[in-house]
Structures are given as structure tokens and as C-alpha cells.
């Protein structure tokens, strides 16, 4: 069964620096992968996929992901964080072979501090 | 239209009533998904509508949950005898289904419902 963990509920950072925000994955083929940003008492609005080809994706607001085949994973990256990231995010993996179903990992809060 | 809409976008009902939740998804989005989102929680997958495929149902917590799609557009979530656990952000999101699984869903701003 696809499933998507993020194993940190939490990540704290002070603006300027690197942040990173973990995702493995559980897929039986080739995965598509997702991420979302869900700023307070707004829905999720798309950042990045990773598709085929590139390991390293860039997408929305500066932020890239790179994935990782032999680790199964696809951390979110963004070389200067910023306040406004404050956010919570959520990964999600779809497996071609089930028909399109989206599953997401339960979430990572990231706090950027001043 | 433009964006995935969700209706309503605030419920509060009481326990043991019947609730409805509308999701009118992208023009030719052919999937379909509802998510539940508790406080500060993350999404728990509900249901699936691909086309005119059976959906998947995998993800409803009890025989209170039902949904439908009818014409392979609008959606309604029902909630039957409605619980305080159900009290939560209903999520509805669409996509351009199995034929394109290489595109994102977009969501809809959600329907949070409050069950006292």
C-alpha cells in the first residue's frame, strides 16, 4: 500500500537560514510526488511535483525538492527562510499504477523565527 | 470555474442531525477527492471518484459517511447522525484523474463543521 510519512511535527528555524522539511515514501512503482502549503485558515495551495527525470525540482515562492530513488524520499528545501514560510505542509505521493489515488503525510509544521 | 468551490464554508449543527457538504469541482477535472483536516491535524483521505469507475471508499470511517457524485461533476458528502467526533474541516479537491497522473489537485477552501 502507498503511504508518506513526515517524521517531524515540528521544524524551527530562524529567517535567513536553510530549512528542510522531510518526506519518505511507500510506493510499489515509480511515484509521483507532491508538495502543499497550508498557511493558516486558508486550503492547500500546490508547490512542487516531482514527475520524471531532474531530482532536484524547484517550484513555487523559492522553495525546491530533491528525490531521492534509493532513499525514497523527497525533502522540501529553501536556501533562505523567511517568515512568511511560517506554514504548515504536507507531502503526498501518488502511485500510477492505483488509479491516481492521492494519499498525504500527516504534516510538518515549520516555524521561521526572526 | 476557476477554482474548486466548497459550500458551505462554515456548519454547525447538532449532535445526531444529518449534514450535507457540496464540492463543485474544477470544469473537466475527471477525480475527485474528499479529505478530513481535524484541528491542526493533518488530511485522513476519505473517498475517491475517478470518472465513472467505482469509487474507492477505503477511507470512510463508519457507515454514517456516504458520498456521491452525480453527472461526473458535483459532489455531496453526507454525514448521517452526526457525531462531536465529526466536528472538523471537510476538504474537497480535484484533479485531472488517472488519465493525467502526473497533475496536481487543487482544493477547495473546505467546509469546517461543528457538531455540539
Known amino acids: 500500500a502507498q503511504s508518506v510519512a513526515q517524521p517531524e511535527d515540528q521544524v524551527n528555524v530562524a529567517e535567513g537560514n536553510p530549512l528542510t522539511v522531510k518526506c519518505t515514501y511507500s510506493?510499489?512503482?515509480?511515484?509521483?510526488l507532491f508538495w502543499y502549503v497550508q498557511y493558516p485558515n486558508r486550503g492547500l495551495q500546490f508547490l512542487l511535483k516531482?514527475?520524471?527525470?531532474?531530482?532536484l525540482v524547484k517550484g513555487s515562492y523559492g522553495f525546491e525538492a530533491e528525490f531521492n530513488k534509493s532513499q525514497t524520499s523527497f525533502h522540501l528545501k529553501k536556501p533562505s527562510a523567511l517568515v512568511s514560510d511560517s506554514a504548515l505542509y504536507f507531502c503526498?505521493?501518488?502511485?500510477?499504477?492505483?488509479?491516481?489515488?492521492?494519499?498525504f503525510g500527516q504534516g510538518t509544521t515549520l516555524q521561521v523565527k526572526p | 470555474g476557476a477554482g474548486v468551490s466548497q459550500s458551505p464554508s462554515n456548519k454547525v449543527t447538532e449532535k445526531g442531525k444529518d449534514v450535507e457538504l457540496r464540492c463543485d469541482p474544477i470544469s473537466g477535472h475527471t477525480a475527485l477527492y474528499w479529505y478530513r483536516q481535524s484541528l491542526g491535524q493533518g488530511l485522513e483521505f476519505l473517498i475517491y471518484f475517478q470518472g465513472n469507475s467505482a469509487p474507492d471508499k477505503s477511507g470512510l470511517p463508519s457507515d454514517r459517511f456516504s458520498a456521491e457524485r452525480t453527472g461526473g461533476s458535483v459532489s455531496t458528502l453526507t454525514i448521517q447522525r452526526t457525531q462531536q467526533e465529526d466536528s472538523a474541516v471537510y476538504l474537497c479537491?480535484?484533479?485531472?484523474?488517472?488519465?493525467?497522473?502526473?497533475?496536481?489537485?487543487?482544493f477547495g477552501q473546505g467546509t469546517r463543521l461543528t457538531v455540539v
Open positions: 479537491a480535484s484533479s485531472l484523474g488517472q488519465f493525467a497522473p502526473n497533475t496536481e489537485a487543487f
Open positions: 516531482y514527475i520524471t527525470g531532474d531530482n
Open positions: 510506493v510499489s512503482g515509480n511515484p509521483y
Open positions: 503526498a505521493v501518488r502511485d500510477p499504477n492505483r488509479a491516481g489515488k492521492l494519499i
